[in-house]
Each structure stands twice: as C-alpha cells, then as structure tokens.
C-alpha cells in the first residue's frame, strides 16, 4: 500500500531564504507525482507535475525533483515572499488507469516578512 | 472560464438527513473527481468518473453516490448523513487521466 509522507508538518522561515519541502513514498512504482498548494478555506492549486521518466520540473522560483529510486520528491522555493504561505502537498499516482492519487498530509508554510 | 464550482460552501446537516454537494466544470474535461479532507489526514477519493455515463468507486465510497449525465456535471449524493462524513469535499477535474487536476473550492459539510 502506497504511503505518501511529508516531514516537517510545519515551517516557518524568514523571508528572502531559499527552503525546501520533502515528500517521501513508499512504492516506486509511480506514474507521476504532483505538488500542489492549498490557501486556508481553499482548494488545491497544482504547482508542478513530474513524469516518472523525468528528474525534476520548473516553474519559476519553484523547481520540483523526482528520485524514484529512493522515493523521493523534494520542492526548492527560492528566494521566499510572504505570499508564498500556505499549505503545500504531494500526491502520487501509481499508474495509468488507476485513478487514485495518494496524498500526503503536507507541510504548512509560513514565510516570516 | 470558471474552472471548477462547488456549492454550496458550507453546509449543516442532521444525522440522518440527505443532501447533494454540485460540482460544475467548465474545461470540457472528461475526467473528474470527489475527494474528502479530513484533519491532519490527506485527502482521499470517494468516487471518480472518465466521462458522461461513467462512474466508478474511489477509495472511500460507502455512504454516497454519485451520478454523470453530462460532461459538465458531477453531483455527490449523501444518502443518510453520519457524523462521520463531516469533512471538507473537493470536486476535481482533468483533461485525461496523466494530466494535472483542477481542484474547486470545496464544501464543508458538518453532520450533527
């Protein structure tokens, strides 16, 4: 059973730091893995998507890598405003066909102006 | 575009009582999606549909239903609401099944 896991649960830097945020998973057996940031009362907004043929996807300040291999995902924030609070989350997908994305519980982020 | 509605945004019901959370897309996409958020858990999927006339079961369906009568629409039904279905639900939706989910604003839905 796939089992996504995002440590620490909160964090709280200065701004201006460059920080990253950590997803782990159990299987490696992934089709893709997606970030996404959810505001307070808000749905989720998608961030980035990475393939599993693929090593890491940009976005701006934010860049997302993928190692497989290790089941690990990590999301690099550069230079950190205060609009950058919110909750972020990763969710695996196993495989094409298998609609179920597994969620992790996320990382709540507060950027201190 | 409106990308993906919900209503209603909030929502008290009694134990035993039914209701309908509306979820609406206007992306023409063929996949969508009912998930549940509960605390500190991730969230996880009720029910999801590849296309009009196509429904299939999530990883938590018992206790809701769900309908597709056309592209746009995805209804979740709850039949006799328990205090264990007060969560936050999102309605999610995606051009296929590898591409990026869009996700509405959710319904909080409190069963006392």
């Known amino acids: 059973k796939q089992e996504v896991t995002q440590i620490p649960a909160a964090l709280s830097v200065p701004e201006g730091e460059n920080l990253v945020l950590n997803c782990s998973f159990t299987?490696?057996?992934?089709?893709?893995l997606q970030w996404f940031r959810q505001d307070p009362g808000k749905g989720l907004t998608s961030l980035l998507l990475i393939q599993s043929s693929q090593r890491e996807q940009t976005s701006g300040r934010l860049n997302a890598s993928l190692d497989k291999s290790s089941g690990r995902s990590t999301l690099y924030i550069a230079a950190s405003q205060p609009g950058d609070s919110a909750t972020y989350l990763c969710a695996v997908k196993r495989s094409f066909g298998n609609e179920k994305l597994t969620f992790g519980t996320g990382t709540r982020l507060t950027i201190i102006p | 575009n409106a990308g993906v509605t919900q209503t209603p945004k909030f929502r008290i019901l009694k134990i035993g009582q039914s209701m309908t959370l509306q979820c609406t897309q206007d992306m023409n996409h063929n996949y969508m999606y009912w998930y549940r958020q509960d605390p500190g858990m991730g969230l996880k999927l009720i029910y999801y549909?590849?296309?009009?006339?196509?429904?299939d079961k999530g990883e938590v369906p018992n206790g809701y239903n769900v309908s597709r009568s056309t592209t746009e629409d995805f209804p979740l039904r709850l039949e006799l609401a328990a205090p264990s279905q007060t969560s936050v639900y999102f309605c999610?939706?995606?051009?296929?099944?590898?591409?990026?989910?869009?996700f509405g604003p959710g319904t909080r839905l409190t069963v006392l």
């Open positions: 299987d490696s057996a992934i089709y893709n």
């Open positions: 999610a939706s995606s051009e296929d099944s590898l591409d990026t989910q869009y």
């Open positions: 549909s590849v296309g009009a006339g196509i429904t």
